[in-house]
Each structure stands twice: as structure tokens, then as C-alpha cells.
């Protein structure tokens, strides 16, 4: 399987700041990864799809890059609502879908 | 869009089953496929497996294969998930997720999940 690693573990980023999140894979996934938004006691939510594209009602501060092994999640200026648990999934080689151990980013 | 709801909570103890279910509603059922996803106390997330809405096809994870049963009704629009044999290391919140019909691709849309907790 996959293996999928996330750095860091914990963002502090202060509001209206840049937040960047890295994401690993163990094997080239050919841009089949997604990210996904968890608040708690909330189900995901989709964020990103194909490494790039928004899904539907994301906003724009929202973005996605990476190729190969390496990918990032940006939020380009942090609001209070973007706390919260962020994964990647990649889906490349399926079965099994694989996740990282998530990001936590916390307002400052 | 779509909407997925789940079953209540579960108490379960060990050595038991339990039966999830997932109902879809305001999409076409049998035009994706659903998988489940468990999430332990403060852990990652994990694939169990994948059904096929349209012909009941499935695929399900190593770890839990033998254990693990999943079907769906679609005359009503509901998936479940049966997981036998309950150990305390079950214990957790089990989603189910709407996919690709083929089970290649990406979770677009998770219902909001359903903590079973196994203890003796």
C-alpha cells in the first residue's frame, strides 16, 4: 500500500497569513490525490481533487500543486473558519485508498 | 449534491456484530459506488471496502476481509456495513463515502459517521 505523510503536524498561522501543507506519497500518484477538510465532530469535507481542482463551493484561497511524490495544500490568507484538520488521500493505486495523519491548523 | 446519513451509535461488546447503515438521498444511488472509512480514536483515517451499487461488486480491505460484510438495498437507497467479531481495536467512527461507480477515484461526498465502541 501507499504510504502518505504529512508535515507538519501542527500549523499555527495567524489570520490572514499563508498556510502551506505537505503531503508525501511513497509512490508516484500521477496527480491522484485529494484533500479533505475535518472539523471536529464533523464529516470530511472535500476540498481538492486531481492535485489541483477546487471541488464545488471551495473558495478560492484554497489551492493545491505538487507532481510525482510531493504535494502542498496552500490557503493563501488564513481565516478563522479554516481551523481545523486537513488530510491527503491519494487514489491512485486502488484498493485501498490511503491517508496521511493529518495537519491541525490553529489560529494564532 | 447529495446527501449520505447514517445510523445512531453503537455499544457493542466484544465477540459481537454490528450493522451500520448509510442512506443516500438526493442523488442517484446506483450511479456511484460507497465505501467505508474508519477512523479510530484520534487516528487516520482507513479503507475497508468498497461496494458496488450497481451489481453488489465489492472489495474489501486485508485487514478486515472474513469479518467484514457490505451490502445495499437499493430500492431504498441504503448502504450497510457488518462488521463481525468485534475486537476492542474496532472501536471507532465508520463512515461511509460516496465514489467513483468503479471504486477508482476519489470520496466526493462522506456521511457524517458512526462511532461503534466495543468494550467488554
Known amino acids: 500500500d501507499i504510504v502518505m505523510t504529512q508535515s507538519p503536524a501542527t500549523l499555527s498561522v495567524s489570520p490572514g497569513e499563508r498556510a502551506t501543507l505537505s503531503c508525501r506519497a511513497s509512490?508516484?500518484?500521477?496527480?491522484?490525490l485529494a484533500w479533505y477538510q475535518q472539523k471536529p465532530g464533523q464529516a470530511p469535507r472535500l476540498l481538492i481533487y486531481?492535485?489541483?481542482t477546487r471541488a464545488t463551493g471551495i473558495p478560492a484561497r484554497f489551492s493545491g500543486s505538487g507532481s510525482g511524490t510531493e504535494f502542498t495544500l496552500t490557503i493563501s490568507s488564513l481565516q478563522s473558519e479554516d481551523s481545523a484538520v486537513y488530510y491527503c488521500?491519494?487514489?491512485?493505486?486502488?484498493?485501498?485508498?490511503?491517508f496521511g495523519q493529518g495537519t491541525k491548523v490553529e489560529i494564532k | 449534491q447529495g446527501q449520505l446519513v447514517q445510523s445512531g451509535p453503537e455499544v457493542k461488546k466484544p465477540g459481537a456484530s454490528v450493522k451500520v447503515s448509510c442512506k443516500a438521498s438526493?442523488?442517484?444511488?446506483?450511479?456511484?459506488?460507497i465505501s467505508w472509512v474508519r477512523q479510530a480514536p484520534g487516528q487516520g483515517f482507513e479503507w475497508m471496502g468498497w461496494?458496488?451499487?450497481?451489481?453488489?461488486?465489492?472489495k474489501y480491505a486485508q485487514k478486515v476481509q472474513g469479518r467484514v460484510t457490505m451490502t445495499t438495498d437499493t430500492s431504498t437507497s441504503i448502504a450497510y456495513m457488518e462488521l463481525r467479531s468485534l475486537r476492542s481495536d474496532d472501536t471507532a467512527i465508520y463512515y461511509c463515502?460516496?465514489?467513483?461507480?468503479?471504486?477508482?477515484?476519489?470520496?466526493?461526498?462522506w456521511g457524517q459517521g458512526t462511532l461503534v465502541s466495543v468494550s467488554p
Open positions: 463515502a460516496r465514489g467513483p461507480p468503479g471504486g477508482y477515484g476519489y470520496p466526493d461526498l
Open positions: 438526493r442523488y442517484t444511488f446506483t450511479s456511484y459506488g
Open positions: 461496494i458496488s451499487t450497481y451489481n453488489g461488486d465489492t
Open positions: 509512490q508516484s500518484l500521477n496527480y491522484n
Open positions: 486531481g492535485t489541483f
Open positions: 488521500q491519494q487514489y491512485n493505486n486502488w484498493p485501498p485508498w490511503t
